[in-house]
């Protein structure tokens, strides 16, 4: 009996500090550092009133095990810091109590820069000692401390409690949407509430509107004016001074930012991003503003390139970040061992594509030999592999199927998995197209060839399609007018061609209706559209002399073999160019622009040149991508057979390229191996490039529901 008291009394205090699984693990992990998240976790149990708190301490504890720093800022001495109390404090008399939307205004501006002037020149005198970054790897439960950790978890159920903005919370939400001292996973740094509260909660809080927009109004008229009194060219990362120190265009450090102030002040943000773009290489970080009723609000969102078919340019999947693990992440729900791509490799990561668009679940058949749990609908991204990751399935290996739950309508998809470390197409390409709008059920629309064997001749004129805001700005030249004249003010201008339909998205050539000696020619842009959208503008003669040093004209652009037959050896014309000695300007003037891609927004562009010449032709092109086929340049064909395979390499010779012997009926994708980035799949039936989002496999505009 003495045996089993005795055995008692060893084990009850044993088991009275036996924390939740996931707390433990994360307390093994801490080394040293165990006692400090211990100190927090018994702070908050001993008092029952605390056991909110004491859930919370475990939840952020219990997941801290998944985040870690690459990097730590040191600031060599407290400068900075006073600096910014400083400033800080002027920032009041800066601005006064106006109201939000009087915060742009011309006359504050004005003012608030007299102010930056003042300070800037104290500054000068007083230089602040910018901080040095420490690479290495620096695991949150080795280096956050009980102190930081219990004055962030107060300042977190202050901001729950008394934000109008956060009371409807449950707890559950709260901890994803206030409590979490991080908002992106393996970002560098982090910061505590309490802090960001102390720094941003002043400001917040003189917003008139009261509502999402008007605080990031305040947010960013506030760090605007730090950071431009501070005028410090901080390249580097250092957490929330990065927005004070120089300015960094990463949406990274932005939305991360952002999203930590504005949960420290009591507002529910989240931090979502995608991996990709339907038309462009990139991913990007944004800001989601989350309220009781069904409005949408960001900061920083992800940007539609192209706002005449947002629905085309847009991200094909969204993901958000989070603190906790996911049970439905892949990284959870994949098998020992089993390979995933770098983007997905986290438990912290929650899809939510459905929040963004119309999406459905699709079954396909899977009948692979494999140990994994999981396979993967990729979507196309202008890389090396030509694909990026854009949602995951589950395989089901008895019914022999794989089903994705987010499936997003008119998307290309390459369904693949690992083996091993290699990605494996395991079908065809295919999009979802809705089969009765009424019924909400799909079909599965695949791109397989119809005669796998022949084989074809294609003749290819882009790379990407014409951008729909592009060839808008090209039909707003309509009116625009070519004029000579012998009198520098233009005073007795002739009214040379005017330009009556949309240029085309290259060059063309026009001939003036009036042929006779002028010493000045220039372009007006129509009145009711006043910024020349003109690139390159060329006036052409063939009557000249030896000591004009005239160049050759620039040719026109030929898009067949036909009219490259036609027009070998019939140039005959030479390009004016303007007298820079009297005239220094024009020697990098908009009118010279050597590139078809930045067009010159003046209302006229002059030439003047050193005597009176005849112009027999005119050659203009419009502001465009460039991303027709651009003599000189090297390109890559490749088609799609269960990965990208190469159809061959040619040099363009003229403004299109000729393959021969190409296997048909393929999705195909050019590349410009010299330049350019923008580059998209097409189709080729009856002698055209049907390029998708744009001639085929068109999403529609309802599917995008923000």
Same mark, same amino acid.
């Given at each position: 009996?003495?045996?089993?008291?005795?055995?008692?009394?060893?084990?009850?205090?044993?088991?009275?500090?036996?924390?939740?699984?996931?707390?433990?693990? %994360?307390?093994?992990? #801490?080394?040293?550092?165990?006692? *400090?998240?211990? $100190?927090? /976790?018994?702070?908050?149990?001993? &008092?029952? !009133?605390?056991?909110?708190?004491?859930?919370?301490?475990?939840?952020?504890?219990?997941?801290?095990?998944?985040?870690?720093?690459?990097?730590?800022?040191?600031?060599?001495?407290?400068?900075?810091?006073?600096?910014?109390?400083?400033?800080?404090?002027?920032?009041?008399?800066?601005?006064?109590?106006?109201?939000?939307?009087?915060?742009?205004?011309?006359?504050?501006?004005?003012?608030?820069?007299?102010?930056?002037?003042?300070?800037?020149?104290?500054?000068?005198?007083?230089?602040?000692?910018?901080?040095?970054?420490?690479?290495?790897?620096?695991?949150?439960?080795?280096?956050?401390?009980?102190?930081?950790?219990?004055?962030?978890?107060?300042?977190?159920?202050?901001?729950?409690? %008394?934000?109008?903005? #956060?009371?409807?919370?449950?707890? *559950?939400?709260? $901890?994803? /949407?206030?409590?979490?001292?991080? &908002?992106? !996973?393996?970002?560098?740094?982090?910061?505590?509430?309490?802090?960001?509260?102390?720094?941003?909660?002043?400001?917040?809080?003189?917003?008139?509107?009261?509502?999402?927009?008007?605080?990031?109004?305040?947010?960013?008229?506030?760090?605007?004016?730090?950071?431009?009194?501070?005028?410090?060219?901080?390249?580097?990362?250092?957490?929330?001074?990065?927005?004070?120190?120089?300015?960094?265009?990463?949406?990274?450090?932005?939305?991360?930012?952002?999203?930590?102030?504005?949960?420290?002040?009591?507002?529910?943000?989240?931090?979502?991003?995608?991996?990709?773009?339907?038309?462009?290489?990139?991913?990007?970080?944004?800001?989601?503003?989350?309220?009781?009723?069904?409005?949408?609000?960001?900061?920083?969102?992800?940007?539609?390139?192209?706002?005449?078919?947002?629905?085309?340019?847009?991200?094909?999947?969204?993901?958000?970040?989070?603190?906790?693990?996911?049970?439905?992440?892949?990284?959870?729900?994949?098998?020992?061992?089993?390979?995933?791509?770098?983007?997905?490799?986290?438990?912290?990561?929650?899809?939510?594509?459905?929040?963004?668009?119309?999406?459905?679940?699709?079954?396909?058949?899977?009948?692979?030999?494999?140990?994994?749990?999981?396979?993967?609908?990729?979507?196309?991204?202008?890389?090396?592999?030509?694909?990026?990751?854009?949602?995951?399935?589950?395989?089901?290996?008895?019914?022999?199927?794989?089903?994705?739950?987010?499936?997003?309508?008119?998307?290309?998809?390459?369904?693949?998995?690992?083996?091993?470390?290699?990605?494996?197409?395991?079908?065809?390409?295919?999009?979802?197209?809705?089969?009765?709008?009424?019924?909400?059920?799909?079909?599965?629309?695949?791109?397989?060839?119809?005669?796998?064997?022949?084989?074809?001749?294609?003749?290819?004129?882009?790379?990407?399609?014409?951008?729909?805001?592009?060839?808008?700005?090209?039909?707003?030249?309509?009116?625009?007018?070519?004029?000579?004249?012998?009198?520098?003010?233009?005073?007795?201008?002739?009214?040379?061609?005017?330009?009556?339909?949309?240029?085309?998205?290259?060059?063309?050539?026009?001939?003036?209706?009036?042929?006779?000696?002028?010493?000045?020619?220039?372009?007006?842009?129509?009145?009711?559209?006043?910024?020349?959208?003109?690139?390159?503008?060329?006036?052409?003669?063939?009557?000249?002399?030896?000591?004009?040093?005239?160049?050759?004209?620039?040719?026109?652009?030929?898009?067949?073999?036909?009219?490259?037959?036609?027009?070998?050896?019939?140039?005959?014309?030479?390009?004016?160019?303007?007298?820079?000695?009297?005239?220094?300007?024009?020697?990098?003037?908009?009118?010279?622009?050597?590139?078809?891609?930045?067009?010159?927004?003046?209302?006229?562009?002059?030439?003047?040149?050193?005597?009176?010449?005849?112009?027999?032709?005119?050659?203009?092109?419009?502001?465009?991508?460039?991303?027709?086929?651009?003599?000189?340049?090297?390109?890559?064909?490749?088609?799609?057979?269960?990965?990208?395979?190469?159809?061959?390499?040619?040099?363009?010779?003229?403004?299109?390229?000729?393959?021969?012997?190409?296997?048909?009926?393929?999705?195909?994708?050019?590349?410009?191996?010299?330049?350019?980035?923008?580059?998209?799949?097409?189709?080729?039936?009856?002698?055209?490039?049907?390029?998708?989002?744009?001639?085929?496999?068109?999403?529609?505009?309802?599917?995008?529901?923000?």
């Amino acid at each position: 009996m003495k045996k089993i008291a005795l055995l008692l009394v060893l084990i009850i205090p044993f088991a009275c500090t036996r924390y939740p699984a996931g707390v433990e693990e %994360t307390l093994s992990l #801490a080394g040293s550092n165990r006692g *400090e998240l211990e $100190k927090v /976790l018994r702070h908050y149990r001993e &008092a029952p !009133a605390d056991s909110l708190k004491y859930k919370a301490a475990c939840f952020l504890i219990d997941n801290m095990k998944w985040h870690l720093s690459t990097e730590q800022a040191i600031f060599p001495d407290s400068s900075i810091y006073k600096w910014h109390t400083r400033i800080d404090s002027l920032y009041k008399y800066a601005t006064g109590n106006i109201r939000d939307t009087m915060l742009n205004s011309r006359y504050y501006e004005e003012r608030n820069y007299y102010f930056q002037i003042a300070i800037k020149k104290l500054i000068n005198a007083m230089p602040v000692d910018t901080p040095t970054i420490k690479k290495g790897t620096f695991p949150d439960p080795k280096y956050i401390s009980s102190a930081f950790l219990v004055s962030h978890i107060e300042n977190a159920f202050q901001a729950w409690q %008394t934000s109008p903005h #956060a009371s409807y919370l449950t707890f *559950e939400q709260f $901890k994803e /949407l206030i409590l979490p001292y991080r &908002a992106i !996973a393996g970002y560098p740094f982090f910061e505590n509430g309490k802090r960001l509260n102390d720094m941003f909660k002043g400001w917040l809080d003189r917003s008139t509107m009261k509502d999402i927009l008007g605080f990031i109004l305040r947010y960013n008229h506030y760090t605007r004016f730090i950071r431009s009194s501070l005028a410090i060219n901080q390249w580097q990362h250092v957490g929330v001074y990065d927005l004070f120190l120089g300015y960094k265009g990463d949406c990274i450090c932005m939305a991360n930012n952002a999203c930590n102030i504005f949960r420290a002040y009591g507002i529910p943000v989240v931090v979502d991003h995608n991996v990709s773009f339907r038309e462009k290489t990139n991913r990007h970080f944004h800001c989601k503003f989350i309220d009781s009723t069904t409005n949408q609000n960001f900061y920083n969102k992800t940007f539609n390139f192209d706002t005449l078919s947002p629905y085309s340019s847009a991200s094909p999947s969204f993901f958000r970040n989070t603190f906790g693990a996911q049970t439905n992440s892949p990284y959870m729900l994949k098998a020992e061992g089993e390979y995933l791509p770098d983007y997905f490799d986290t438990p912290c990561l929650k899809e939510v594509t459905g929040e963004y668009y119309r999406v459905t679940r699709v079954s396909l058949p899977f009948d692979k030999d494999t140990p994994n749990h999981l396979a993967f609908l990729y979507t196309f991204d202008n890389t090396p592999t030509g694909t990026a990751p854009a949602t995951w399935g589950k395989i089901d290996k008895a019914r022999k199927q794989v089903v994705f739950e987010n499936v997003v309508y008119h998307t290309l998809y390459f369904p693949s998995y690992f083996r091993g470390d290699t990605l494996v197409s395991f079908a065809s390409p295919f999009y979802i197209a809705p089969a009765d709008s009424l019924s909400g059920s799909y079909q599965i629309v695949e791109i397989v060839p119809e005669h796998s064997t022949r084989k074809d001749t294609l003749v290819l004129l882009r790379k990407f399609p014409e951008k729909p805001y592009l060839k808008e700005q090209a039909k707003r030249m309509i009116g625009g007018r070519f004029e000579g004249a012998n009198r520098e003010d233009f005073s007795d201008s002739t009214l040379l061609y005017t330009i009556r339909e949309a240029p085309i998205l290259n060059f063309q050539e026009y001939t003036p209706e009036i042929c006779r000696p002028f010493r000045f020619y220039r372009y007006v842009a129509p009145g009711e559209f006043p910024r020349s959208n003109m690139s390159i503008i060329e006036f052409l003669t063939d009557e000249y002399t030896p000591e004009d040093s005239l160049k050759r004209a620039t040719p026109l652009p030929v898009f067949s073999p036909e009219v490259a037959r036609k027009q070998k050896g019939q140039e005959t014309y030479m390009k004016l160019h303007p007298d820079i000695a009297k005239y220094p300007n024009q020697r990098w003037g908009p009118l010279y622009n050597t590139s078809m891609q930045y067009p010159s927004y003046e209302s006229t562009n002059e030439m003047s040149l050193k005597r009176p010449m005849k112009v027999k032709k005119i050659r203009v092109a419009p502001c465009n991508a460039e991303n027709h086929i651009v003599i000189g340049h090297r390109y890559q064909l490749l088609y799609w057979d269960n990965e990208w395979k190469n159809a061959g390499t040619k040099i363009a010779r003229h403004n299109y390229l000729l393959f021969n012997n190409v296997p048909s009926d393929r999705l195909y994708w050019l590349r410009d191996l010299t330049t350019g980035k923008e580059e998209l799949p097409f189709l080729y039936h009856d002698n055209k490039q049907l390029f998708i989002y744009h001639d085929t496999i068109i999403p529609l505009k309802t599917n995008l529901l923000y």
